[in-house]
């Protein structure tokens, strides 16, 4: 945290954080510019001198869309309760491919950011924060190929639609939880960087993306409901396609992505001071 002397010559405090203190807004406002610079940096670098451009936000979950709906759809004939399988995967891949790109760019951003640490004083907390608002560009990019899709099967809109902003919430929360772990983890060890493909590739079979919650045994609910990218893909579901929604999914799942936030948070705090050291 950083205070001012209001004098002709400004003398700037560094000062460790409050014991309290989880996320300082207040600071994060007065460095506003440097983050929509870093946020707005990386949307341009991503698809930098590339022939399709953001084309490619669509590209990379429709082909994921057309394999599991040939895979899982017509070879294997999952139960997907009734849902087109193209629309059932559609409606879970859209969130997920936000997640899981959020989730690996936010763990890495120290790293890759490792540059700026030890040359100016800023909140820490940008670098994790800023993949999980920039992937958001993709995201509403990619929400194109959904509605595309969901008028292909004339779908309508239901008052559900009205648990939307909760749930893009919900989203942004999971991969910003995990990315404040995981950021301040890879400073110290690098072996995160070679292991977040292995957790992708874990957490797309851990959560109902290619079949649904409903086949998960009763016995075993209660702690699948635990998991938050479970809530996020069910509560999308429900709130696009107007079924019921899962209330026995989404509420302990949005209260793990809290939790897994706010301890994230703490733990990024708690290790800040030492970033600069270990790099």
Request: overall charge positive; aromatic content about 14%.
């Given at each position: 945290?950083?205070?001012?002397?209001?004098?002709?010559?400004?003398?700037?405090h560094i000062r460790p954080p409050?014991?309290?203190e989880v996320i300082d807004f207040?600071?994060?406002?007065?460095?506003?510019?440097?983050?929509?610079?870093?946020?707005?940096?990386?949307?341009?670098?991503?698809?930098?001198?590339?022939?399709?451009?953001?084309?490619?936000?669509?590209?990379?979950?429709?082909?994921?869309?057309?394999?599991?709906?040939?895979?899982?759809?017509?070879?294997?004939?999952?139960?997907?309760?009734?849902?087109?399988?193209?629309?059932?995967?559609?409606?879970?891949?859209?969130?997920?491919?936000?997640?899981?790109?959020?989730?690996?760019?936010?763990?890495?951003?120290?790293?890759?950011?490792?540059?700026?640490?030890?040359?100016?004083?800023?909140?820490?907390?940008?670098?994790?924060?800023?993949?999980?608002?920039?992937?958001?560009?993709?995201?509403?990019?990619?929400?194109?190929?959904l509605v595309a899709i969901m008028?292909?099967?004339?779908?309508?809109?239901?008052?559900?639609?009205?648990?939307?902003?909760?749930?893009?919430?919900?989203?942004?929360?999971?991969?910003?939880?995990?990315?404040?772990?995981?950021?301040?983890?890879?400073?110290?060890?690098?072996?995160?960087?070679?292991?977040?493909?292995?957790?992708?590739?874990?957490?797309?079979?851990?959560?109902?993306?290619?079949?649904?919650?409903?086949?998960?045994?009763?016995?075993?609910?209660?702690?699948?409901?635990?998991?938050?990218?479970?809530?996020?893909?069910?509560?999308?579901?429900?709130?696009?396609?107007?079924?019921?929604?899962?209330?026995?999914?989404?509420?302990?799942?949005?209260?793990?992505?809290?939790?897994?936030?706010?301890?994230?948070?703490?733990?990024?705090?708690?290790?800040?001071?030492?970033?600069?050291?270990?790099?």
């Amino acid at each position: 945290m950083m205070d001012a002397k209001p004098n002709s010559n400004t003398t700037v405090h560094i000062r460790p954080p409050r014991k309290w203190e989880v996320i300082d807004f207040r600071e994060l406002k007065e460095y506003r510019d440097l983050f929509f610079f870093l946020v707005w940096r990386d949307i341009k670098v991503l698809y930098a001198q590339t022939v399709m451009g953001f084309a490619w936000a669509i590209l990379n979950p429709l082909i994921q869309i057309v394999i599991f709906s040939i895979i899982f759809g017509k070879v294997a004939r999952l139960d997907t309760d009734g849902i087109p399988y193209l629309l059932f995967s559609t409606v879970a891949i859209i969130p997920w491919a936000y997640m899981s790109e959020a989730m690996t760019r936010s763990s890495q951003s120290l790293v890759s950011g490792q540059g700026m640490l030890g040359k100016v004083y800023f909140p820490r907390l940008i670098f994790p924060v800023t993949p999980v608002l920039a992937k958001l560009v993709d995201f509403a990019i990619s929400l194109i190929l959904l509605v595309a899709i969901m008028a292909y099967y004339r779908i309508t809109p239901t008052w559900n639609l009205l648990l939307l902003p909760f749930l893009i919430l919900l989203m942004m929360m999971v991969p910003a939880g995990i990315g404040f772990w995981l950021s301040a983890l890879a400073i110290r060890f690098r072996d995160v960087q070679f292991a977040m493909p292995f957790v992708i590739r874990m957490l797309i079979y851990s959560a109902p993306i290619l079949y649904t919650a409903s086949s998960i045994p009763d016995s075993y609910r209660m702690i699948y409901s635990l998991n938050p990218i479970v809530a996020v893909i069910e509560g999308f579901r429900a709130c696009l396609l107007g079924t019921p929604v899962p209330w026995e999914f989404v509420l302990p799942g949005a209260v793990v992505a809290i939790l897994l936030m706010v301890s994230g948070a703490m733990y990024f705090r708690k290790m800040e001071r030492v970033f600069v050291d270990v790099i």
